[in-house]
């Protein structure tokens, strides 16, 4: 009688420790980030250095897309190339349609020629109207697909989109894996041919 009391008091404080042991689980502040550091002293903490290729475009290697139609990432040095402003733009000075083939370089596709907003008119206000009336809503405004002569104002600071890859040691574990509809796609886009699937 006494060792079966004896037995249950045993089992109950193991219990309670237990739960109070779960309870009071401490995660270290070194592993909640992707560094292996302390958060609140971060005096010396070296960042790792950014290493971007060097090989000159023209001897680049092109980099795997992400994803199907994800903009690719630049394989090439970019040195001198930046800033880009309204009348500097290197990159179209090799990636032009015109001229892209005999530079060797992907030209810029038909999607960057293209307006997929309606043209408004802004009114004297500065406000956006469509025959006369004013638009009330920005988000209102109409998706389209009109090509266009020249590159489209939302594409000429290519950067926004395209960057250089830096070759890093310290690479995050990625599970995703991109499933591409055909294997010429990891390599090419044609995003102006399907844009508007899953909407038409
Ligand atoms: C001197 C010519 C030249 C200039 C300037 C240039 N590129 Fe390139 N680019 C190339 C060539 C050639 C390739 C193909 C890879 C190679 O041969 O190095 C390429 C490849 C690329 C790719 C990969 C395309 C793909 O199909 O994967 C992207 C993106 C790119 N360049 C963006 C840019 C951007 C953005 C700029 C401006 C900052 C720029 N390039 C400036 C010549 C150039
Ligand atoms: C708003 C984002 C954005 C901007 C700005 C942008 N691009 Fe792109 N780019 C993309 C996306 C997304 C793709 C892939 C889908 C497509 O073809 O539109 C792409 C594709 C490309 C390709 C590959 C074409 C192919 O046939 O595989 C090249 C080359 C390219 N862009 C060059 C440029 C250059 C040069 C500029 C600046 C003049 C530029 N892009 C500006 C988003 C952008």
């Known amino acids: 009688m006494k060792l079966g009391k004896l037995t249950l008091s045993l089992f109950t404080a193991a219990l309670i420790a237990t739960i109070s042991f779960a309870e009071t689980k401490i995660i270290k502040d070194e592993s909640i980030g992707l560094r292996k550091d302390n958060l609140y002293t971060e005096d010396k903490v ?5 290493k971007y ?8 290697t092109k980099i795997e897309r992400a994803f199907e139609n ?7 040095d970019v040195e001198g190339m930046f800033i880009i402003t309204s009348d ?3 990159c179209t000075a090799c990636h032009d349609p ?6 060797g370089a992907t030209p810029i596709p038909k999607s960057h020629y293209t307006s997929f907003r309606e043209a408004v008119e802004l009114s004297k206000d500065g406000n956006l109207q ?3 009336k004013a638009v009330a809503n920005s988000s209102d405004l109409k998706s389209v697909v009109k090509p ?6 939302a594409r000429f600071n290519c950067s926004a989109c ?20 055909s294997t010429e796609l990891n390599g090419k886009s044609n995003l102006i041919d399907v844009i508007g699937e899953g909407v038409k």
Do not use: W, Y
């Open 98 to 103: 015109a001229i892209a083939a005999s530079m």
């Open 46 to 50: 070296v960042s790792d250095e950014t």
């Open 53 to 60: 290729k060097t090989d000159p475009a023209g001897a680049s």
């Open 162 to 181: 395209h960057a250089p890859q830096s070759d890093s040691a310290n690479v995050p574990k990625n599970n995703f894996t991109p499933e591409f509809r």
């Open 148 to 153: 266009l002569e020249t590159l489209s104002n």
């Open 88 to 90: 500097n733009n290197q």
């Open 130 to 132: 469509r025959d006369g």
């Open 70 to 76: 994800a903009p690719p990432m630049i394989p090439h």
